[in-house]
């Protein structure tokens, strides 16, 4: 396995005096202010050869993210569910430090606490993913890929998976003599996709905390905490990255500044998806 540092952006130190001292003023170089997500933009399908797919763009980070549905044989553990895979690339094309191979550490990190926020939150219905009890189910591969860095990526490819699945039909099936005759041809049945997860990261840069960290502040950033919420803001996932520390009062103004910006990006899902969580359930 390839060990690349996922950012090695240096910025001049006169640089990071002016990001700052624009904090100071409660605004950034950006010209948002320190709880101001960048735009979000959604694609949906924009893989056509992929069961479901979402092209999104946060700012100047893009992301593609596509599901890809295939039939196995389920653990012997759990008979009676589907299964859901997590798989994250750092392309070349996206970052100067990116290198070509296998998934580095990041991608792995990435990928693992993207998994943890689905599977744990229980927003997959994993039963619903099974054809022949104890015989054949559904695995649900979600490939990420990262194309532009801009900072942030973790948010990024949560929402971009959240909504590739939401994007995802699944085939029709027959059962016939204790088998499933599956018609890849014909996708009717909506992928079983409870609720959305939302993922917000919170930067550290001297005394300030902020939201959506892009490239330049992720760079100068002391530390972050990356918080994953339910639509009933159920906290399902924490990460913490970086080398330096959280006092408790700053892990609790973090947790405030990241459930209120988890609200606006409920909020978002809604308006760029043009659904209420309700009709989610009804996969």
């Not at 100047?60 to 196995?72: F, I, Q, R, S, Y």
């Not at 619903?128 to 973790?154: E, H, R």
């Not at 959305?196 to 930067?203: E, F």
């Amino acid at each position: 396995m390839s060990i690349t540092p996922s950012n090695q952006n240096v910025v001049p130190s006169i640089k990071r005096e002016s990001i700052i001292s624009i904090l100071e003023h409660g605004n950034r170089t950006d010209s948002r202010r320190l709880t101001d997500y960048r735009n979000i933009e959604v694609n949906l399908g924009y893989a056509k050869k992929a069961d479901g797919s979402c092209l999104l763009r946060l700012g100047d980070t893009l992301v593609l993210a596509g599901v890809k549905l295939e039939t196995e044989e389920p653990f012997q553990d759990t008979p009676n569910q589907g299964n859901l895979v997590i798989n994250v690339e750092l392309l070349p094309l996206a970052y100067e430090t990116f290198e070509p191979g296998p998934p580095d550490e990041n991608a792995i990190e990435l990928a693992r606490v993207i998994d943890r926020s689905l599977r744990d939150s229980k927003a997959v219905d994993l039963s619903k993913l099974v054809l022949v009890p104890g015989k054949q189910i559904w695995t649900a591969w979600v490939d990420i890929y990262i194309l532009n860095y801009g900072g942030n990526v973790l948010d990024a490819s949560t929402l971009a998976s959240v909504c590739a699945l939401y994007d995802t039909k699944l085939p029709s099936v027959v059962q016939s003599d204790n088998n499933a005759l599956i018609d890849k041809e014909n996708k009717t049945s909506a992928f079983p996709l409870n609720y959305p997860v939302v993922t917000v990261t919170v930067a550290k840069i001297g005394k300030f905390l902020i939201v959506d960290p892009n490239l330049e502040e992720e760079s100068i950033a002391e530390a972050k905490l990356s918080i994953s919420y339910t639509p009933d803001f159920r906290v399902v996932g924490i990460q913490k990255s970086g080398s330096g520390t959280f006092s408790m009062q700053e892990i609790e103004a973090a947790e405030n500044l990241a459930h209120s910006s988890a609200e606006k990006l409920f909020g978002e899902l809604k308006s760029l998806l043009g659904i209420e969580f309700g009709e989610i359930r009804n996969g």
